[in-house]
């Protein structure tokens, strides 16, 4: 039965390192989530009646927020870091309607505008931001693990 | 050419440090390798190709009581095994390819778990309905409406349901009812994916682990609802969990050490982010869900007692957020009905009862239904114990993951939840069952033809026919559970799924009725009823009192509604429920006709609604 490769995980995390294709994938996102956080924001500062703007506004919901914060930590394996992004992001949104219901300070354009322009901050970090590096003692140990 | 030997790792996502998959085929072999290289995903354009073709649509009059699979093509049932096979065929190449396990597990989601939206004409399930209609309320309103429903003490998924339709500017959310059921359970398979990753490591156990609960989820409890949100939101945080957390793994070999639990090996700031995350995750859960926080602190208790959660304070912590809401948040919920709600502890007889003996009621074709879900449920718990009795014989003494897979089943010693306590048992079960069920599967992968002892010549025969025979029983497994999770997540459809017809006729009843009218169904569980005007017109069902439905014209004149709705749906559900014959309620509207209490003042197709006389004016 395969186990976690506790050893390397150890030594990658104490070096910090991360594999050369997460930045391109990192930009990859970014750049995916900046146009949909973009475009839901747009339709609705002007108010767009569409249902495409429904749909919108649950993928960024579902996503956007999330990822931005995730991708922080440097979480892995993918999957982990894509359930983790899509459970903090509505976590946050359950939170942030749950303190409006409760203070009766209802305005959920005004919070998702809000929303999306913290958002989009955080992902422009995500685009500009340096590459992060593997560490080269990292990968040699890594090609050496027999396993 | 020699076959290159290849760990189990490269059949999955790499965790931080692992070396990227070795390039196992070279230049001279590629054309070799090529062509069976292929066959998954031919086997996978196959299934889509079957289930496209056998698709169409399927109206609730179709059904009998066997529900949906009666009215299924066998081009279509054959999808699901043809599906299978490939990602059998997928995980016996060496080596797997991730991305194409994914895309074939996405593929899965969508035929499991699209089959209704794809097929029936509206969302069914009336709950799913009757949330649209409290989130409404409070998209309209600001609040939670207080002393209603005790759905209205957890507003957390109302509220952001809400917040998203009064964002978008839409008057409600019945635009997301139809497909919530693949996104959910889409979210969970990923859930459940990280969550196997974690405790296996890329091993192709995860990817069967990840199978078994995609085709295992018999439960439904994935339609547009609170549960089906947080129990997204739980298994992140036990992936969280056991990612950054836990120490040794949910899957070591070896039980935790005496002297206490040590640290995981990470980072500090790392063991600190997933804190907060899980924290974050706990206190979204707590106003959201009145069972889903109790139960994440419930693991994590397991995770402490088995010496394998670092942090022993975290449970608490989830236990207090979950306690503090329900002392202050869900107040109007309690306050009154406190018996209600502590009066099943320890009352184990009578949440079996309810649990099992309450649900075996109804026409053979119900019974049925409820046999292949015991069968589904009793099959995933005989390969979580197999898997459990393999690990043992490998030496692997941790009890960790068979705890954590028994622990939702203490539940039931607590409260009977009006009936549901097993299919949520199972549903919190199911991730840990899938895991250890994986074990037993991954098995006859690991035989290699000519495997065995030089000197053994039989061994090595049996050992060859095993490594052939073996993915076939991987498959055969896969391919019956999933043809029963078909049969049994469609085996309401009959009065569950809703006609268009149904739909129109709530939406006249709307129309017509003013504040402080009723608007009543015969039945709750057969009617979108409850999707708009909460607590604006007082939405019933007559069945509530009237037992059986005997004497239904009588119940129907007592109750007195201003607006009755009547629909096919119900009619089946009183026949599978109640036996009556075919047509009974079409026999209840000329009565009321009759009486001249009632009048008709809607009809299309076979759904009317009819307005009592003084009503109607």
């Known amino acids: ?147 | 050419m020699t076959r290159p030997e290849v760990g189990k790792k490269d059949a999955g996502e790499l965790l931080p440090g692992e070396p990227p998959t070795p390039s196992i085929v070279d230049v001279g072999a590629a054309h070799i390798e090529f062509w069976p290289r292929l066959i998954a995903p031919a086997l996978a354009v196959l299934a889509a190709l079957l289930w496209l073709f056998g698709l169409h649509p399927v109206a609730p009059a179709q059904m009998g009581s066997l529900g949906l699979i009666t009215a299924l093509s066998p081009a279509l049932l054959v999808a699901y095994p043809v599906l299978v096979a490939a990602v059998v065929v997928e995980l016996t190449s060496r080596p797997p390819r991730p991305r194409l396990l994914a895309a074939l597990t996405a593929l899965a989601v969508l035929l499991v778990y699209g089959l209704q939206p794809a097929s029936e004409p509206t969302a069914r399930l009336s709950v799913a309905w009757l949330h649209t209609g409290f989130a409404h309320y409070i998209a309209d309103n600001g609040h939670a409406l207080q002393g209603f429903d005790a759905r209205f003490s957890w507003p957390g998924f109302f509220s952001l349901i809400a917040f998203i339709t009064k964002a978008s500017g839409v008057p409600d959310a019945t635009l997301l009812l139809q497909w919530a059921p693949v996104v959910l359970a889409g979210l969970a398979t990923l859930g459940m994916r990280a969550l196997a990753v974690v405790i296996l490591g890329n091993s192709r156990a995860a990817w069967l682990a990840t199978w078994l609960f995609l085709l295992a989820q018999w439960t439904e409890q994935d339609y547009f609802s609170p549960q089906a949100t947080t129990y997204v939101l739980m298994l992140a945080a036990v992936a969280v969990t056991a990612r950054y957390l836990v120490n040794p793994g949910l899957a070591a070999p070896r039980r935790p050490g005496p002297r206490g639990r040590l640290p995981p090996a990470n980072l500090p700031r790392e063991r600190l982010a997933a804190h907060a995350l899980v924290v974050l995750l706990a206190l979204a859960l707590a106003p959201s869900h009145q069972l889903t926080p109790f139960m994440l602190a419930g693991l994590l208790l397991v995770m402490v007692l088995t010496r394998s959660l670092w942090p022993g304070w975290l449970p608490w912590v989830v236990l207090i957020s979950a306690l503090v809401w329900f002392s202050l948040g869900a107040k109007d919920f309690w306050q009154g009905q406190l018996q209600m709600v502590v009066g099943d502890f320890g009352n184990v007889t009578s949440s079996v009862d309810q649990g099992v003996g309450g649900r075996f009621v109804g026409d053979a074709g119900r019974t049925a239904i409820l046999l292949v879900r015991v069968g589904i449920t009793g099959a995933v718990a005989l390969l979580a114990l197999a898997g459990w009795w393999i690990r043992r014989r490998h030496g692997f003494r941790s009890w960790a993951l068979p705890l954590l897979a028994i622990a939702p089943f203490g539940m039931v010693t607590v409260q009977s939840y009006g009936g549901e306590v097993f299919v949520r048992c199972y549903l919190f079960a199911l991730p840990f069952a899938a895991i250890l069920g994986a074990f037993v599967l991954e098995r006859p992968f690991d035989i290699r033809p000519g495997a065995g002892s030089a000197t053994d010549s039989l061994g090595k025969v049996a050992a060859s026919w095993a490594a052939r025979v073996a993915p076939a029983f991987a498959c055969a497994v896969l391919s019956v559970l999933g043809l029963a999770t078909v049969v049994a997540r469609g085996g309401n459809d009959a009065y569950t799924s809703f006609s268009r017809s149904d739909v129109a006729a709530t939406q006249a009843a709307y129309g017509l009725a003013t504040p402080g009218q009723t608007i009543s169904g015969l039945t709750s569980d057969a009617l979108p009823l409850g999707y708009a005007q909460i607590g604006v017109v007082e939405q019933s069902t007559i069945g509530n009192n009237c037992p059986d439905f005997s004497r239904i014209t009588t119940c129907v004149l007592t109750a007195a509604p201003d607006y009755l709705i009547v629909t096919p749906s119900q009619d089946i559900y009183g026949q599978i429920y109640y036996g009556e014959p075919p047509g009974w309620s079409g026999r209840l509207v000329t009565d009321l006709d009759a009486s001249g209490a009632y009048r008709i003042i809607f009809r299309q197709d076979d759904s009317q609604v009819l307005a009592k006389a003084v009503a109607a004016g």
Not at chain 1, 51 to 67: D, K, N, Y
Not at chain 1, 88 to 114: D, E, F, K, Y
């Open chain 1, 1 to 147: 039965v395969a186990q976690p490769p506790h050893g390397n995980q150890l030594l990658a995390t104490i070096k910090g390192s991360a594999p050369v294709t997460d930045s391109a994938s990192r930009r990859i996102t970014a750049t995916a989530l900046i146009a949909l956080t973009a475009l839901t924001a747009a339709l609705t500062a002007f108010d767009m009646q569409t249902t495409l703007r429904l749909f919108l506004t649950v993928a960024f919901v579902a996503v956007a927020p999330g990822w931005a914060a995730v991708d922080y930590l440097r979480i892995s394996p993918a999957s982990l870091t894509w359930i983790t992004a899509v459970a903090s992001g509505i976590s946050l949104v359950i939170l942030i309607a749950q303190v409006m219901v409760w203070t009766r300070w209802w305005h959920p354009a005004g919070a998702l505008l809000t929303l999306c322009g913290l958002t989009l901050a955080a992902l422009l970090h995500h685009l500009v931001r340096p590459n992060e590096r593997p560490n080269i003692a990292v990968r040699l140990s890594a090609r050496k693990d027999p396993r």
